[in-house]
């Protein structure tokens, strides 16, 4: 006996379903977002210039992009940065942020602020689509996704040393 999955969009018109078949109409939800460190001094949470921090966000079940829509979402950092072209593995897009040359994008406590559809189209493996207002309409304050963990820290500034002239007479 297999089962068969079907998506379909019930509305207001009821079907019969035959025995066996499986209806899929759950969209795909981002699960958690998180931060993952490649060197040991990243997994103490700091990240100077050059460094890449890879987000993850992962969803509740695969993905893929919609047909014929080859644009990708971004997302937006407590820093103000934003991160683009995400790799698509499975349930989850990996993004990749640089820590650049700018001491404006300092932080100590590093989060996803905003999801930015961009035209993308995100749907599971049956065609469910993603809605993005599930990001939008989280309430940060009180619900954990986006916060990338205690202890991110972004030193994006070149130290500088400070020279003083020699005391008058040396």
């Known amino acids: 006996n297999t089962n068969l999955t079907y998506d379909v969009t019930l509305g207001s018109e ?10 899929d109409s ?5 699960r958690i977002i998180e931060a993952t460190p490649n060197t040991t001094q990243e997994q ?3 990240y100077k210039i050059g460094d890449n921090l890879e987000i993850r966000v992962i969803f509740s079940k695969n993905i893929r992009y919609g047909e014929g829509n080859d644009n990708k979402p971004k997302i937006k950092l407590s820093n103000g940065d934003t991160v683009e072209n995400p790799v698509l593995a499975d349930d989850t897009l990996t993004f990749t942020y640089a820590v650049p040359d700018d001491a ?6 590093l989060d996803v602020t905003e999801w930015l559809v961009n035209g993308s189209l995100i749907k599971d493996l049956n065609g469910n689509p993603f809605d993005a207002a599930h990001f939008a309409n989280i ?3 009180e619900d954990e996704l986006g916060d990338l963990g205690v202890g991110i820290m972004i030193d994006a ?6 020279t003083s002239p020699p005391p008058p007479g040396e």
């Not at 759950?26 to 981002?30: A, H, L, M, S, Y």
């Not at 404006?104 to 406590?109: F, H, I, L, P």
């Open 157 to 162: 500034e070149k130290p500088t040393i400070k």
């Open 104 to 109: 404006d994008k300092n932080s100590s406590g």
């Open 14 to 23: 009821k079907s019969a379903i035959p025995s066996g078949i499986n209806v």
């Open 139 to 141: 309430d940060h304050a």
């Open 44 to 46: 103490n949470g700091f």
């Open 26 to 30: 759950n969209e795909p939800t981002i």
